[in-house]
């Protein structure tokens, strides 16, 4: 039995098609719809995820964090390779527990938060790591200075969560953090960045 065939007007000439080659073409349509919804950008859970950082102090490792803070997460789960990772803190929500340390870091010498109320990192391209991670290389802005930096990064789920955990060392010079503070006896010069992100759709 033959099939119906649907009839259609394309620059003045005329083109015959069977309906099975229709579905294929509808069934087509509706695969790439597919992956384009699961490629959007992923929304961040901010009640249970963390900006995080280890500094050290006379020898003395100590925790801090940012307690106010964005990120745009826009990574496939099936090939992050083609996503982007974006994200901002604010330098006034530091928490290290210990007021003076925090009070201080709001200084000029430290972060000058009144002047440089935020600091950003924005990757441009992102590659698969020989241990199966993932590496976010892009720049990070701090304190009005711009430099390359790399993050190093896992993203784990399926469906509609995820999970983001990323890291990055920072090495304070580079930024002007710390400025008249040379002594990395007393402060070292690295920094340990953790970003832990529970992420959905």
Avoid: C, H
């Avoid at 290290?96 to 709001?106: E, F, N, P, V």
């Avoid at 600091?119 to 802005?141: H, M, P, R, W």
Wanted: aromatic share 10%.
């Amino acid at each position: 039995m033959r099939l119906p065939t649907a009839t259609t007007q394309y620059f003045g000439t005329t083109i015959m098609m069977n309906t099975s080659y229709l579905k294929s073409l509808l069934a087509a349509a509706g695969l790439a719809f597919s992956v384009g919804a699961l490629a959007a950008p992923w929304t961040v859970v901010p009640e249970t995820s963390s900006v995080g950082f280890v500094g050290t102090q006379q020898g003395t490792k100590f925790n801090g964090r940012f307690q106010t803070f964005t990120a745009q997460i826009d990574l496939d789960p099936a090939d992050p390779t083609k996503g982007s990772v974006a994200g901002t803190v604010q330098m006034d929500s530091v928490n290290t527990r210990d007021s003076d340390r925090d009070a201080s870091l709001l200084d000029k010498d430290w972060f000058n938060a009144k002047e440089y109320p935020e600091a950003k990192f924005e990757s441009q391209k992102i590659e698969k790591a020989a241990d199966g991670s993932y590496v976010a290389n892009g720049q990070l802005t701090l304190k009005g200075t711009t430099k390359p930096m790399a993050m190093k990064f896992t993203l784990d789920g399926s469906g509609s969560t995820a999970k983001f955990a990323g890291t990055m060392t920072i090495n304070r010079f580079d930024f002007n953090v710390g400025e008249g503070w040379n002594d990395t006896s007393w402060v070292a010069q690295d920094v340990a960045v953790d970003v832990k992100l529970d992420l959905k759709k």
